[in-house]
């Protein structure tokens, strides 16, 4: 995402707490979706985009971290 569109307005708008967890080889564009939308910023270490949820100790990291922003 390159720029706040409506959608992202909506988002950063609305009461739910918001999350963005990023792969380590995409961190700058996530970190700025994060800042656009209001959201808790986390990076999953030596992760990228595929392997964040397909490997199961990245995985196992991820969903800590969900499951600690609850």
Excluded: C, Y
């Excluded at 990076?43 to 609850?70: F, G, M, Y």
């Amino acid at each position: 995402m390159t720029h706040q569109g409506p959608s992202q307005d909506f988002v950063a708008a609305g009461p739910l707490r918001r999350v963005v967890i990023s792969a380590a080889d995409n961190t700058e564009q996530q970190r700025k979706l994060s800042e656009r939308v209001a959201a808790d910023f986390h990076v999953v270490p030596a992760s990228s985009h595929r392997s964040i949820i397909a490997k199961p100790a990245l995985a196992q990291q991820t969903a800590a971290i969900i499951l600690e922003n609850s």
